[in-house]
């Protein structure tokens, strides 16, 4: 039970955040507010018909949506912009780091030049209060050629990020599809994560560790399906990205109370938290532990573990790792 006390914990505790679709964190004002100035015609008459429509039964309805939003994006203010917002609701919520999946291929086949993109999220991050770094995704429901050559295209900026993730619809998009074009990023010396065991099977999450060579899964919540991936995952210390209202919103869980968070700590799992699409799924950071922590029995040392837990996770250099667990265990040591 979350109380008054163990809110205010949670909402003012140090924490990074880990799985954020910047594209999906596109408020439906700031949607229109940029359908207006690139006079782009949007199917939803106002800002409430189109939050409305945010009603989704699974993930490819919420994608449907999530696509039709960013079409939006046309030039390198829009993508500043849209970032910037994101970055002041996380510092907001005490988000001390974030790094954040954008999707090049949603809008290059817009015809939205690579540099255009990169170069407007990125921007914000340099001028953004919190640290923030990029991980550039690739669209699963693609071809592994797409992939190939959004990822020639954003080489010549490979200073701006950091990794290489795998997102939008698992069903029927498998992880070794992409094993080749993973092999060369990791070539490269990018991080490497991917989206698995959301709505694909758990066997996913062990073909993402064992053939896409991930450091992180994102999601993961059905690895509680396979005894030995559980331990496994708790062995290797292979953390997960969990994205409660996410998984709520997209029906995974029929309701919070069902969820598995709790359940993924007892197991010795380093699971984080995090808000996933919050434009879309009801919440950012904070809103996202307040909802794990009303529907499930956690408490202040499932707090601070997921805190210590989401820096622990950071692809972050060593000292500044360091720093960030010792605010947090300040933080909590002064209770």
């Known amino acids: 039970m979350l109380t008054p006390p163990l809110r205010t914990i949670v909402q003012q505790m140090p924490k990074a955040e880990l799985h954020i679709h910047i594209e999906g964190s596109l408020e439906p004002e700031l949607i ?6 690139n006079q782009v015609a949007l199917d939803y008459p106002s800002v409430e018909a189109l939050r409305a429509a945010y009603a989704f039964t699974d993930l490819q309805s919420f994608l449907d949506i999530y696509y039709a939003g960013a079409s939006v994006l046309l030039t390198e203010q829009d993508f500043y912009d849209m970032t910037a917002a994101y970055l002041q609701r996380a510092a907001a919520d005490q988000v001390r780091h974030a790094e954040i999946f954008f999707d090049p291929q949603t809008h290059t ?9 990169i170069d407007g999220i ?6 953004s209060p919190i640290s923030a770094t990029l991980i550039l995704s690739f669209l699963r429901h693609l071809s592994e050629e797409d992939a190939f050559a959004t990822l020639e295209a954003a080489l010549p900026h490979r200073d701006k990020f950091i990794g290489i993730g795998l997102d939008s619809s698992e069903r029927g998009n498998p992880p070794e599809k992409f094993a080749r074009v993973f092999a060369r990023c990791k070539e490269l010396g990018f991080h490497l994560v991917a989206h698995a065991g959301e709505e694909g099977p758990p066997a996913y999450i062990s073909t993402a560790l064992d053939t896409l060579q991930v450091e992180r899964i994102d999601h993961g919540v059905r690895c509680t399906e396979d005894a030995a991936l559980v331990q496994r995952l708790a062995q290797q210390k292979i953390a997960l990205t969990v994205c409660p209202l996410s998984n709520v919103k997209l029906c995974v869980f029929d309701d919070m109370a069902q969820h598995n968070l709790l359940a993924l700590l007892d197991a010795g799992i380093m699971a984080t938290v995090n808000s996933d699409d919050p434009a879309y799924f009801g919440g950012y950071m904070n809103a996202n532990f307040e909802a794990a922590f009303e529907a499930l029995p956690l ?22 790792k360091q720093a960030f667990l ?6 909590f040591a002064a209770l």
Not at 109 to 117: E, F, I, K, S
Not at 122 to 127: E, N, P, S
Not at 299 to 320: D, K, M, T, V
Request: with cysteine; net charge positive; hydrophobic share 50%.
């Open 32 to 37: 229109f507010a940029l359908a207006q100035r």
């Open 109 to 117: 086949a817009r015809g939205v030049p690579m540099q255009v993109v």
């Open 122 to 127: 990125y921007r914000a991050c340099q001028d």
């Open 299 to 320: 408490g202040l040392h499932h707090a601070q573990r997921l805190a210590r837990n989401s820096f622990e996770a950071a692809f972050l250099p060593a000292a500044q």
């Open 326 to 331: 010792a605010e947090v265990d300040a933080y």
